[in-house]
């Protein structure tokens, strides 16, 4: 069983920055691929980024390549999303994600799930 809890969300203006931390409760975290999605009012959750179980391999979702920025350490069993250059479509609740395997963008291939962070992104 893996809990996981984000922090870091908030209120920014557009081209502003944050950077959302997920802590994971289990020490086989470092045996997870770790995800972030995504889920705006309306809208289906959508994949934003994953990093492999070493942090070796990290895929991005088109929107957010070259702006947003995932890593991990397994020493403190924490995941984090640098996000730049924020947008005003970049606003959600964003969750974070744990999956044995790396690889996938559908969320119904993560095991476990936190309660998601909100951010804002004002224009």
């Known amino acids: 069983q893996v809990q996981l809890v984000e922090s870091g969300g908030g209120l920014v203006q557009a081209g502003g920055s944050l950077r959302l931390s997920c802590a994971a409760s289990?020490?086989?975290?470092?045996?997870?691929?770790m995800a972030w999605f995504r889920q705006a009012p309306g809208k289906e959750r959508e994949f934003v980024a994953a990093i492999s179980r070493g942090g070796g391999a990290t895929d991005y979702a088109d929107s957010v390549k070259g702006r947003f920025k995932i890593s991990r350490d397994n020493a403190k069993t924490t995941a984090y999303l640098q996000m730049s250059s924020l947008k005003p479509e970049d606003t959600a609740v964003y969750y974070c994600?744990?999956?044995?395997?790396?690889?996938?963008?559908?969320?119904?291939?993560?095991?476990?799930w936190g309660q998601g962070t909100q951010v804002t992104v004002s224009s």
């Open positions: 289990s020490r086989t975290f470092s045996e997870s691929a």
């Open positions: 994600a744990a999956a044995r395997n790396y690889g996938s963008m559908y969320y119904t291939d993560y095991e476990y």
